[in-house]
């Protein structure tokens, strides 16, 4: 089993998370979170998953037409084995997927959050991906700088 290379770990985040089918109570513990970056070189089975109670997968972005999340069957077979894999090791960590990034374009959201149906294809799709691969959740990594109207109408939204 390879260790992870230094460049393969994004940044440690500490964060608390909805997710799907998890709540978190008052009294709930420090929650130790990493990114798995997508194209990483390093298998899932090299997490080392007593360190963490989150692991994120970095990134899946929407469809900048339809804003569904499109996921080709060999990075669902990646997803999977993310997922599957992390579960075995420790059946307590939870394992998400992180929508946007530093590279997404925020327009995207925007223009998706303007839209009560295109909000519900996007919300539609992310829970579809995230029951079929078997995530635990999902975390929005957004840095919206598009304009006053579209973050707000985003912010509503979120």
């Known amino acids: 089993m390879a ?6 770990y994004l940044f440690i985040v500490f964060t608390l998370s909805f997710s799907v089918g998890c709540c978190f109570a008052a009294s709930a513990s420090t929650v130790k979170a990493a990114y798995w970056p997508s194209g990483s070189s390093s298998p899932p089975s090299a997490i080392d998953t007593s360190l963490f109670t989150h692991i994120y ?7 900048n037409v339809t804003y569904n999340l499109e996921i080709s069957n060999s990075k669902a077979l990646i997803l999977s084995n993310l997922t599957t894999t992390l579960h075995l090791k420790n059946p307590s960590v939870k394992v998400l997927f992180s929508i946007g990034g530093g590279g997404a ?30 995530f635990d959740g999902m975390d929005l990594a957004l840095g919206i700088s598009r304009g006053r109207e579209a973050n707000a109408r985003l912010e509503l939204t979120i």
């Open 3 to 8: 260790p992870f290379a230094r460049s393969d």
């Open 57 to 63: 997968y970095a990134f899946l972005n929407p469809n």
């Open 105 to 134: 374009d925020s327009s995207v959201f925007a223009r998706m959050a303007s839209s009560p149906v295109t909000r519900k294809v996007f919300i539609n799709s992310t829970l579809e991906v995230a029951r079929n691969i078997g």
